[in-house]
């Protein structure tokens, strides 16, 4: 009395494709019900559904500011790289003309985006005015100023800066190069660091809320066990038994998401003011970043599978010690 | 229908529940199985509905050996049974219409016809007009008649019944034994396990008589 057993014989493809057309409306009917019915049980306890959301958005938040935090040292970064110029100061007798074929030299290496050569006339006129030592310098009798070449590099990369600059180093008319990286460098680990603390911070909360959902979950999987073994007992597959499960999981995780990027929002909005005046202190227009809408699906998708997920794995364990009796 | 064939089954490597069972089921037959408490009827039960698997010999139901299906064909094995629980095993959250049509959800019957069928088996056992009604609402009596609707709403071949009438009075059972004989005289094979030897002896079908797990006397139709 297997499946096979009692299944009349197909009588064509006609029966074969409605069938299976009739068993994928069925299973989506129960999709359906199920998707509600697990809401419908969330909305009755509402207090319980809200403290687990509300938990899981505390161990999605944390990950997600730090992410977005990181995201916005990658811009800085970016326009940090752009400031990456060398200074090729020139020899001190060199005279105006011979200073425009060395920065016209300079220019046509492969390695040089862009030049600008400040004569010594210009630097002179640059330092006064930065200084305010104009009455100062003025009365020196001769300019001790050298006349310099600002290089931008084509690639930022620290070792490619300095390679160039090495290659400058060894032009006629160069006295010195001059590059200052150490701070780009220290600022890239920092970056490094903060994007490995931000993984493993992510790792262990995603797996908090795989926990505050399969506990969730595991609770309502015993509160209804007799109701599962009863439908095992008639039949009922195991992904008919975990499906409902499965939707309050989501629903937790989707839950969960959207708190947590209420939060998101809220915190973003209490630190705009200080950090931006903090950016226009160092003369920058530095913005806090918010979760735009890439952002905000890639949190919610997350959310959602992590809930499904954490489901998935409690109920699955359950479903295997749940015998009928 | 149900053949045995030197059937054993021990629990826990010594207690024997059940020792070198051998008889066989027609198809369309009405079968009592009786004993002691303790005799081996649920374990015997148990073995059919594929709950556990024999120590030893070969349980077979329609010519199927049901130990050999593979777990993830158990549960269409047992959409093809009807089974009544002495507790009825109802879930009391639940109206009794969605009790009944709990079995064609499983199924993914279409909503329409599981409501004409569901409907057409609380008719046959008499409380159509409670089917808004919870569990908890009915009498005993009524309770174990919403069980049987739920275990034939699915047209199976083979019913199983473990004490159906066990908290009933004699008459409530007489009542739930003649709705067994109804579905049995529609061919539907019927086995039922109970110790109301009065009853049964005053319904003549087939008797099988359990002792400490063995089968002593195979008494047929009178």
């Known amino acids: ?325 | 229908m149900i053949v045995f064939e030197h059937v054993g089954k021990r629990y826990g490597g010594r207690f024997e529940a059940l020792a070198n069972l051998d008889f066989r089921v027609r198809r369309g037959e009405m079968v009592f199985l009786t004993g002691h408490s303790g005799a081996g009827k649920s374990s015997l039960l148990r073995l059919v509905m594929r709950l556990e698997r024999p120590s030893r010999g070969r349980v077979l139901v329609a010519g199927h050996d049901i130990a050999r299906l593979h777990p993830s064909q158990v549960p269409f094995y047992r959409r093809q049974i009807g089974v009544v629980f002495q507790d009825h095993q109802l879930l009391f959250d639940r109206s009794i219409y969605h009790n009944v049509a709990l079995p064609l959800e499983i199924r993914g019957v279409e909503p329409r016809e599981a409501a004409r069928r569901v409907r057409a088996a609380l008719d046959k056992v008499g409380l159509l007009h409670r089917e808004r009604a919870l569990p908890i609402e009915l009498s005993g009596g009524e309770q174990q008649r919403v069980g049987i609707a739920r275990a034939v709403v699915n047209k199976p071949a083979l019913l199983l019944a473990d004490e159906p009438t066990g908290n009933l009075d004699p008459q409530l059972s007489a009542d739930i034994m003649a709705l067994f004989e109804d579905f049995n005289r529609i061919g539907t094979t019927v086995m039922i396990a109970s110790h109301d030897l009065a009853l049964i002896a005053r319904l003549r079908h087939r008797i099988l008589r359990l002792r400490d797990g063995r089968l002593v006397a195979d008494e047929e139709a009178a």
């Open chain 1, 1 to 325: 009395m297997s499946r096979e057993a009692t299944r009349p014989a197909p009588r064509g493809a006609h029966t074969q494709r409605s069938r299976s057309g009739s068993r994928l409306r069925a299973w989506g009917r129960h999709h359906r019900a199920m998707c509600l019915d697990s809401a419908r049980r969330l909305i009755r306890f509402p207090v319980g559904s809200l403290l687990t959301m509300l938990a899981i958005a505390i161990a999605l938040v944390l990950p997600a500011a730090l992410w977005l935090a990181l995201d916005s040292a990658r811009l800085l970064d970016a326009e940090l790289g752009e400031s990456a110029t060398l200074t090729a100061y020139l020899e001190p007798h060199v005279g105006d003309a011979q200073a425009t074929r060395i920065e016209e030299a300079i220019a046509a290496q492969q390695a040089v985006a862009r030049t600008r050569l400040i004569t010594a006339a210009e630097g002179m006129a640059e330092f006064q005015q930065a200084l305010g030592l104009a009455d100062a310098l003025g009365r020196l009798d001769d300019n001790p100023l050298p006349a310099s070449v600002v290089v931008m590099p084509l690639d930022p990369a620290p070792e490619a800066v300095r390679e160039l600059a090495g290659e400058l180093e060894g032009l006629a008319g160069v006295e010195e190069v001059r590059l200052d990286l150490a701070w780009l460098e220290r600022l890239r680990h920092l970056a490094e660091l903060g994007h490995r603390v931000a993984l493993a911070l992510g790792v262990l909360f995603g797996l908090g809320v795989l926990l505050v959902v399969g506990n969730t979950i595991r609770l309502a999987v015993e509160s209804r066990r007799q109701e599962i073994e009863v439908v095992m007992l008639i039949g009922a597959t195991h992904a008919f038994v975990r499906r409902p499960f499965l939707y309050s999981g989501a629903w937790y995780g989707l839950g969960g998401g959207l708190f947590a990027w209420g939060l998101l929002a809220l915190g973003s909005e209490w630190l705009a003011a200080p950090v931006s005046a903090l950016g226009a202190s160092y003369g920058a227009a530095y913005q806090l970043p918010r979760l735009g809408g890439e952002g905000s699906a890639i949190l919610l998708l997350c959310s959602t599978l992590l809930g499904w997920l954490g489901a998935w794995i409690a109920v699955s364990r359950h479903l295997s010690q749940v015998r009928p009796r």
